[in-house]
Nanobody, 123 residues
Framework: QVQLVESGGGLVQAGGSLRLSCAAS????????MGWFRQAPGKERDFVAA????????TYADSVKGRFTVSRDNSKNTVYLQMNSLKPEDTAVYYC????????????????WGQGTQVIVSS
């Protein structure tokens, strides 16, 4: 069983930065691919970024490429999402996902989901 707890959300002005963290409980964190999704009010959940469990290969949604960076620290059982040059359209609840030896690029591909952290970007 893995529990995921996101943190780092908040209110920021457009052009600003935030770093989200997702702390995972349990063992074998290094065997999990990790993903970030987000859901804006009235919209569907969208893939944001993911990082593999073996070589740390990263993938991003086109809307965040060049602005967001996903990384992981296996010694701390934590995955991060550094968000720069934030825009009002980045406002959403951000969720952390974990997949056992797979990279969750779809919501249903994950084995575990966090509760989410709110990000609000003001214009």
């Amino acid at each position: 069983q893995v529990q995921l707890v996101e943190s780092g959300g908040g209110l920021v002005q457009a052009g600003g930065s935030l770093r989200l963290s997702c702390a995972a409980s349990g063992r074998r964190f290094s065997s999990y691919g990790m993903g970030w999704f987000r859901q804006a009010p009235g919209k569907e959940r969208d893939f944001v970024a993911a990082i593999g469990w073996n070589f740390g290969i990263t993938t991003y949604a086109d809307s965040v490429k060049g602005r967001f960076t996903v990384s992981r620290d296996n010694s701390k059982n934590t995955v991060y999402l550094q968000m720069n040059s934030l825009k009002p359209e980045d406002t959403a609840v951000y969720y952390c996902l974990a997949g056992n030896r797979k990279v969750p690029r779809e919501w249903t591909e994950a084995d575990y989901w966090g509760q989410g952290t709110q990000v609000i970007v003001s214009s």
